[in-house]
């Protein structure tokens, strides 16, 4: 349970651009070639108030072509149960975003971008699985000047490490940014607050211990992220709340209160 | 003091000459919808020698390069620059004076 915690923390933090991008997944809006993108972002998961589950998740991502990106992803994490406490590096995530379709136009942009990667086995003192992962999806963007729209579909395949073998995850996400200020543009303008609605949907099949499916594990939770962005030449700070709306889980799996999401992200 | 007079005059004519007046360049960029998306266009732009300003007006999709008028650009310089950040050039004109800061 502990492990696939962590697991959905660090895969609710992989945003990595410093464009107007959704808080909890990625966006299909482009890195320009030889661009370095830096993302920090403190994630604090409480669970039923029995658990409380924080991480720092460092983003580093850079523009091979203006199609093509490379992400990696590495958290810093700290476990508190009341009864434990773990405290070290989360699970690694290394992944490329290839842009499949572009259509600029005056004042917007759409574009589509497959994605695959790998979840490495990069944890310390239980704070992530130790099993080598592959996840795919696809991401779309549909930009403007006053509002975006970003889409994902994704599947994370896990596999058995010490006799442990987190359920897979499929998940469907939702963006929608919307400029709230300035409301108009001026010739100076040059920065944005953002106003954020997400959508998480999540589902987590049973894990496995020694072959045996746990009752008590997975399920489908869907959450709405409320949040704000104030974005400018350089860096981005945002902030958002995950608030489990449905969670439909099995047996006596851990519910969610709540997931903070706050950080900034900046160019180089 | 007729001399020194016209040695002066002909100094400023000749400096005036040498001082180029800055023009505008209005690229028409399709695909740039924030802040963040000029700003890494800007930054190469202004590597170019001459290029003393860089604006934009984001609703129109352009961007407006204030140089030197001794700077020109070409359409596939333009192309391949804006390419290389992920947007796509349309085309430019030329402005005989920059707007006011």
New interface residues.
């Given amino acids: 349970m502990k492990k696939t915690m962590a697991m959905m923390t660090v895969l609710m933090a992989w945003n990595g651009t410093a464009l107007a991008a959704p808080l909890t997944f990625n966006t299909a809006l482009p890195v320009s070639r030889g661009e370095f993108i830096v993302s920090e972002q403190l994630v604090i998961n409480e669970s039923k108030g029995s658990r409380t589950e924080t991480s720092i998740v460092s983003t580093l991502v850079y523009g091979v072509t203006p199609d093509f990106a490379l992400f990696g992803t590495m958290p810093y994490t700290n476990i508190d149960t009341g009864t434990a406490d773990m405290q070290g590096m989360g699970d690694s995530k290394m992944f490329g975003r290839y842009t499949v379709y572009t259509d600029d136009f005056q004042g917007g942009t759409f574009r589509i971008a497959p994605f695959a990667g790998v979840k490495l086995p990069t944890n310390q003192d239980n704070t992530g699985t130790d099993s080598w992962d592959m996840f795919g999806g696809l991401v779309a963007t549909y930009g403007s000047v006053a509002w975006e729209v970003d889409g994902q579909i994704s599947y994370q395949a896990n596999t058995e490490a010490n006799n442990f073998e987190a359920g897979d995850i499929a998940r469907a996400d939702a963006s929608l940014q919307y400029r709230l200020f300035p409301a108009t543009l001026t010739a100076t303008t040059d920065s944005f607050i953002n106003g954020v609605l997400e959508a998480n949907l999540i589902h987590k099949d049973k894990n496995k211990a020694s072959g045996i499916e746990n009752q008590n594990s997975g399920g489908t939770t869907l959450f709405l992220v409320p949040g704000l962005q104030y974005a400018t030449e350089r860096y981005v700070l945002e902030a958002g709340l995950q608030i489990p709306v449905i969670q439909n889980l099995n047996g006596t799996a851990l519910e969610n209160d709540y997931i903070l999401h706050t950080g900034f992200r900046i160019n180089f | 003091m007729k001399k020194l007079l016209l040695t002066t005059a002909a100094t400023f004519l000749v400096a005036g000459n040498a001082i180029a007046a800055d023009v505008q360049y209005n690229m028409?960029i399709?695909?740039?919808?924030?802040?963040?998306?000029?700003?890494?266009s800007?930054k190469a732009l202004k590597e170019i020698d001459g290029v003393k300003k860089v604006?934009?007006?984001?609703?129109?999709?352009i961007i407006k390069v204030c140089a030197d008028e001794s700077v020109t650009f070409t359409d596939e310089q333009l192309t391949e620059l804006f390419?290389?950040?992920?947007?796509?050039y349309r085309g430019m004109e030329k402005q005989e004076q920059c707007?006011p800061a």
């Fill in positions: 028409r399709d695909g740039i919808t924030c802040p963040f998306c000029v700003a890494t800007a604006g934009s007006d984001l609703e129109k999709g390419v290389e950040k992920g947007f796509t707007d």
